[in-house]
């Protein structure tokens, strides 16, 4: 009997892990054949990024170890598979997934200590592999493969396998030795259907439009089955395109009943099918009503119609968006919209004027920007996209947010800082933009003030977000400008190639924070300095003195703080109900009202890292940072 291995390295998230599902799928099929059951020992399947020395105290006489990589964990893997060629000269290495080219050949010439890459979908390519070297059948008869034949760099023919009805690697006990021996907190990976119908050319699903694929409903209900008796409490769904079924709404269904029923699993993030429809709203109706939903996601990546025809992109109507946002603020849903910096197309106005045109439809709560990457397997990394768009790239470490920190490896990616359509400087100056507009809109922090002078006196959102960048560069010394200067100087070191897009904050945990977090962190340990450099510029807006007065006491009490649990204040203005009115899209006077709020936090955090981890970054997708539900008003009367 041989041995073969798995290593699908993951950092951790807070306490949690996921567990290896592409692994797992690998195994559970190629264990489904009798010949290789009858020839083969699944030995383990590591999960940790490990030392090379304690990955390798894991292996016994391997006869093969198979990489699972991704952008996350390929520098990783390399590190570990030399050192098990060194140690294992015998032992065949074989590297799949996401980020091996599915058209390339080249890493076998990089990196000699690899025996095989497997190209494209790996469940029948890896099986064939192991029959093969049983002596069932030839390499060259395996497809999407890649060998040396006497120093000669073979490539078989990529072949798509329209499988629909793969065995389960929960169901099928790939992961019961890993749940019996682990004390690791697991998050799940949820699959009901493989494909993508469509194009995008920035995405590696997208490199050729495929039918969907479904599998089994009986498969995915005996998943769900086996992820809440396990207790696995966070899940991620690996669909595309999340509701764009009808049989999404039973599956959905099945989720709820089963959170219902036992708890399990406690929350679950999907990428919805990007023209949202009245089926996903029902489907995150009813998830949000039973705390499973993680928020709705509303993606566009992008408002310029040029460059959703660069990108071979189709958005829904942004008056549909507009409806949508307001639908689920009626309902109470949090809704977060997904953007894309660095797109080919994009300039730095119609970037800007994006975020602000979200802002106007009512996406108050969150707006999530990603700097465009350049995947290995995307269309936009091919040399004829690049041309064309005059793409430059940095390669810079991999910036996963929230990831811990201390990792032997540096894992590293290519994002790209400028297209013939956007420079450099530009780049910079959008990035700092979306810093900015992520701490002080949706984090909160001068969010009141943002809606009460668009609504009251018609300064655009982009308008408001640009002028207070310009404040803080003209005042370096003070606490967010130095924080500006900070940033801009990290983005000008990634332009350089020199520097990261990490955003580092030791002090709050050790973890790798969001940059619009990252922001906010620094500013919320200076609050109330801040507030005092702030009150100038927010008074050259010549809001009337009451006013402006009440409004920044409700500004600055509504944020959410460490240390902070108790409170009552008076505010001569109903804020209240008129910032939730504008959330759910309704216009309505300030009314003048003597209001005593009272606010009564249980969850109030007493040290910055608990209060970064569980208040900023847990709370965020919930909304949570500003106060809602620990909001007592008292009208108070002359009577």
Not at 67 to 77: D, L, P, R
Not at 177 to 195: A, H, L, V
Not at 532 to 553: A, G, P, R
Request: a negative charge; one cysteine or more.
């Amino acid at each position: 009997m041989k041995n073969i291995y798995f290593i699908q390295p993951s950092s951790y998230y807070g306490r949690e892990i996921c567990l290896p599902y592409a692994s797992g799928a690998l195994a559970a099929y190629a264990w489904s054949i009798d010949k290789i059951k009858d020839n083969y020992i699944l030995a383990d399947i590591i999960y940790r990024k490990d030392s090379k020395e304690a990955c390798s105290e894991k292996i016994s006489e391997p006869f093969l170890v198979a990489f699972s990589c991704y952008i996350w964990n390929f520098e990783h893997n390399k590190l570990i598979a030399k050192h098990l060629k060194e140690k294992f000269p015998d032992a065949y290495i074989l590297f799949g997934g996401h980020n091996i080219s599915n058209t390339s050949s080249e890493l076998l010439d990089e990196c000699p200590y690899i025996d095989f890459l497997i190209h494209e979908e790996g469940e029948i390519p890896f099986a064939e592999l192991l029959l093969a070297l049983l002596n069932e059948k030839s390499l060259g008869d395996v497809p999407n493969l890649s060998y040396r034949n006497n120093g000669k760099i073979i490539k078989t023919e990529n072949k798509f396998y329209d499988v629909e009805d793969f065995p389960s690697p929960y169901t099928s006990g790939i992961f019961d030795k890993i749940m019996k021996n682990s004390d690791d907190i697991f998050y799940g990976i949820i699959e009901t259907n493989r494909g993508c119908p469509y194009k995008c050319v920035y995405c590696d699903w997208g490199r050729q439009a495929k039918n969907i694929r479904l599998f089994p409903m009986e498969k995915v209900k005996k998943d769900i089955e086996w992820l809440s008796e396990h207790k696995i409490g966070y899940c991620i769904c690996a669909d595309a395109n999340f509701g764009i079924l009808e049989r999404d709404v039973i599956i959905s269904e099945w989720l709820v009943n089963s959170k219902k029923n036992t708890g399990y699993p406690s929350k679950i993030q999907f990428c919805f099918t990007k023209n949202s429809d009245e089926r996903v709203f029902e489907i995150n109706r009813k998830m949000n009503e039973c705390g499973l939903s993680k928020g709705a996601t509303i993606s566009l990546q992008t408002l310029s119609e040029k460059t959703l025809n660069d990108i071979c992109r189709t958005n829904m109507t942004f008056s549909h968006y507009t409806d949508l946002v307001r639908k689920y603020n009626e309902a109470g849903i949090f809704t977060y919209t997904d953007m894309i910096l660095g797109l080919p197309g994009e300039t730095f106005e119609s970037f800007t004027n994006g975020i602000g045109k979200l802002f106007e439809a009512g996406q108050h709560s969150s707006v999530n920007i990603f700097n465009c990457e350049m995947l290995i397997n995307a269309r936009l990394s091919q040399k004829a996209m690049i041309n064309e768009h005059k793409i430059k790239f940095a390669k810079c470490s991999l910036n996963r947010h929230h990831t811990e920190l201390g990792i032997e490896t540096e894992e590293n990616n290519s994002v790209i800082i400028s297209t013939k359509d956007m420079n450099e400087k530009e780049w910079i100056d959008a990035n700092i933009f979306v810093a900015v507009t992520g701490a002080f809109h949706n984090l909160g922090l001068l969010q009141c003030f943002a809606i009460y002078l668009f609504n009251e006196f018609g300064v655009g959102y982009t308008e408001f977000y640009l002028l207070l960048l310009d404040h803080f560069k003209n005042n370096p010394q003070s606490v967010a400008g130095k924080i500006y200067y900070n940033l801009h100087r990290k983005l000008s070191d990634v332009t350089e190639n020199l520097g990261s897009c990490e955003t580092l904050l030791p002090e709050f945990g050790n973890v790798n924070w969001p940059v619009e977090e990252w922001f906010f962190l620094q500013t919320v340990k200076n609050f109330d300095e801040f507030f005092i450099e702030i009150t100038d510029f927010l008074k050259s807006f010549e809001i009337s003195s009451e006013i402006f007065d009440n409004l920044l006491v409700y500004q600055k009490k509504m944020i959410k703080r460490p240390c902070v649990s108790k409170f009552s204040f008076n505010i001569g203005y109903d804020f209240p109900q008129y910032f939730n009115n504008i959330y759910n899209g309704k216009i309505s006077p300030l009314e003048k009202k003597d209001l005593t709020i009272i606010i009564n936090d249980y969850n109030s955090k007493n040290n910055y890292s608990d209060y970064a981890r569980e208040t900023v970054w847990y709370g965020r997708k919930g909304g949570r940072i500003m106060y809602k539900e620990e909001m007592e008003i008292i009208v108070n009367t002359t009577e």
